[in-house]
């Protein structure tokens, strides 16, 4: 009982972004690409730790004990420590997670281009299919007027009963049609509401905008925008910064790593600042630790060898990003002019189709026509009219496709 929702094309690209699976999937790996990064960079900065232990060693008699190695029967060591490690393969590291950051961030707004061609799509689609239900109508109409006065005439004695089987029959047709193009708007309609409802809704109109489509940019402009704005060619691009830190990563574990930590704390036989003696246990140590790989039976060289190749490939997935670009550059404006340089023709075409019709229901009346003719003029119509419903649909979607490119939507 509640009135129908009212959307535009922006409210249901809003609501397609809100609902997507696919599109919030690619937002997750984005964000689980930064909280990488984030732990990346906390790796090259100093960590700080307060460790607190009790160790209780067997009495013998002696101050350390039954052990040799503990220094007291009773230890309690408290204490901060710093630690810092100082190597090439964290800073590798770190410029690889941002690398594949920005990846991400790129396949997200990949995700989000796309989304808008395929919502794009089933909005102007489910548009078209309600034009040509209103479309078969029209036609249903007339073909019921015809089927009228083909009957008027037989009975008037100017046809012959074969004009009104023919008419019969093509009023048939059009009542097929009639429910097939009901069918199709009802498809359209579910499929769209999947897309851009989160639960199951069909109580929703569209704003019928399709005449009223943006410019075309000219094609300059085109390259200049899809150029330095492309989501495909960005996160190929990100993708081989990746791979290459990844080489320095592997070929950093060739080199020393340097480990810094200093304490400041208690390891004391009592749990206090200064023994009964009065000797103070605050204090502090320094420890440095130089690591030189020297041999690991080769798994170092097979990690550099391993990323080398994925070096490889991610460049040859760049220049193919970047050919395939040059390509659906020239390809899909193409398309887009074509379609906006084929509207006016296909109306004009629908317009001229109606007067046929007219003019040939008139001849008919006057039995200067055939009943073939009118049910010919009857189908041209029909065309016409889905024809150009059909052309809209293909103008805004191929404008869609150049945005997918630009980002501009």
Do not use: C
Request: no cysteine; glycine share 6%.
């Amino acid at each position: 009982n509640q009135a129908p929702l009212t959307l535009t094309l922006q409210d249901a690209l809003n609501r397609g972004r809100s609902n997507s699976v696919q599109f919030q999937a690619a937002l997750t790996d984005q964000g689980i690409a930064h909280e990488d990064k984030v732990q990346a960079r906390a790796g090259l900065l100093p960590s700080v730790n307060y460790n607190n232990q009790f160790i209780y060693t067997e009495p013998n008699g002696t101050p350390s004990g039954v052990f040799v190695a503990n220094n007291s029967v009773h230890e309690y060591i408290s204490q901060g420590n710093i630690h810092q490690a100082i190597g090439l393969t964290n800073y590798a590291d770190y410029r690889k997670a941002r690398a594949l950051e920005a990846v991400a961030r790129a396949k997200a707004e990949v995700a989000k281009r796309g989304l808008v061609v395929t919502i794009v799509q089933g909005y102007y689609g489910l548009i078209a299919a309600q034009r040509k239900y209103a479309n078969v109508q029209q036609a249903a109409a007339e073909a019921q007027r015809f089927l009228a006065l083909s009957q008027k005439l037989e009975n008037g004695g100017e046809v012959a009963h074969a004009d009104v089987i023919k008419a019969q029959i093509q009023y048939n047709d059009r009542q097929r049609d009639l429910r097939e193009a009901r069918l199709a708007m009802d498809k359209s309609r579910l499929d769209l509401a999947v897309l851009i409802f989160p639960d199951f809704n069909l109580n929703f109109t569209l704003v019928d905008d399709a005449q009223l489509a943006p410019p075309l940019m000219s094609f300059d402009d085109f390259v200049k925008a899809a150029q330095s704005r492309n989501p495909d060619v960005r996160a190929s691009t990100a993708g081989f910064q990746a791979a290459k830190f990844e080489v320095a990563s592997a070929q950093s574990a060739y080199l020393p790593t340097l480990t810094l930590d200093y304490f400041y704390g208690i390891d004391a036989p009592h749990f206090a600042a200064h023994e009964p003696d009065g000797t103070r246990n605050l204090g502090y140590s320094v420890a440095a630790t130089l690591n030189i790989p020297i041999w690991n039976w080769g798994a170092t060289r097979s990690k550099v060898v391993q990323a080398n190749l994925k070096r490889k490939q991610a460049q040859r997935e760049l220049t193919m990003a970047q050919r395939k670009l040059q390509a659906d550059m020239r390809e899909m404006y193409a398309e887009a002019e074509a379609a906006r340089a084929e509207l006016e023709l296909l109306k004009s075409s629908a317009d001229l189709a109606a007067e046929s019709l007219r003019l040939t229901v008139l001849r008919y009346q006057g039995g200067e026509s055939t009943v073939l003719e009118v049910v010919d003029a009857q189908n041209t119509l029909t065309q016409a009219r889905n024809a150009f419903s059909d052309g809209e649909v293909r103008a805004r979607t191929a404008l869609a496709n150049l945005q997918t490119l630009t980002g501009t939507m």
